[in-house]
């Protein structure tokens, strides 16, 4: 781990959240994440931004307009520019306006209702990263299959290795951010290994990650984006993120030179 002690993006109390959920085929677990976190989450939700693409089908994209349209949602569009779900998320990071941000999906396999346990800890915690991981002792996997879990498992006893690190579950995309931090980084997936990315560069900044145990569940409805290929990509990125520069971790600010 690079001794970075000192992080160079202020650190904010907990004032707001924004929650990003992307949508391509996405129906019912849309509308039902939607109703979940209004009712958990009410008075801290600042925004839902849903992020659509061109692959997102008119089936979802009316249910998505159909959310926006009711003012007690707090819910607006965005269509992304840059590809895939990496694209799409390192755009919404550049919008979002909470103090925190929720990275989830809209396919119920990020639980809507664990986003309350994120909120009273980031509250406590409001610099600290907060993941959920299946791996957590009071975690689990339910109908994710016996190779992926085994291969999952490995996956996650190289990331420890080789970070240095006691969290259980990197590849997990379901987290919370303080919203200052995911600014300032330098982002480089464009694919789901992108949600691997999003806690090995904080964690390489010695920024605190916090993981709590939730049960992963699959999509009842709609389809995945990822591939077997799109999952070989985790590897590039668990490799070449650990061996980059410190410098590279973080944005070159407008004007300065490199
Ligand atoms: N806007 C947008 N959303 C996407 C894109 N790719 C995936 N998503 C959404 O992101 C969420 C997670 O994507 P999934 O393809 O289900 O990926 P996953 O859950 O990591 O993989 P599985 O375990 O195979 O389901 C889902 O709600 C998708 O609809 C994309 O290119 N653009
Ligand atoms: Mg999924």
Known sequence: ???????????????????ILPVVTETSSFDETVRVLRETNGDDILEILVVVCDRTTPESMARC????????????IHHQGLP???????????????????????????????????????????AAVITASRWAAAGGFSGYGGVRVALNWVFQHLTSLLYRTQLTDATF????????????????????????????????????????PTTWTP??????????????????????????PAAALLKVPAGASS
């Open 84 to 126: 895939f779900l990496g694209g799409a998320m390192r755009e919404a990071f550049d919008l979002a306006s909470g103090s925190h941000v929720v990275m989830m999906a809209s396919d119920l396999e990020t639980d809507p209702s664990l986003v309350q346990a994120f909120v009273e800890l980031a509250k406590e915690k409001p």
């Open 173 to 212: 995309g379901y987290r919370l951010f303080p919203t200052e931090l995911v600014k300032v980084i330098q982002w480089e997936g464009l694919r789901h290994e992108f949600l691997l990315e999003t806690v090995l560069k904080p964690l390489l900044l010695g920024v605190e990650v916090l993981e709590v």
């Open 65 to 76: 307009e159909a959310a926006a349209s009711d003012p007690g949602n707090r819910l607006r």
């Open 1 to 19: 781990m690079r001794d970075l002690a000192t992080p160079t993006f202020p650190i904010r109390s907990f004032s707001g959240l924004t929650v």
């Open 219 to 244: 999509r009842s409805e709609g389809v995945s984006q990822n591939s077997l290929k799109t999952q070989s990509r985790y590897i590039g990125t668990l490799l070449r993120t650990r061996f980059k």
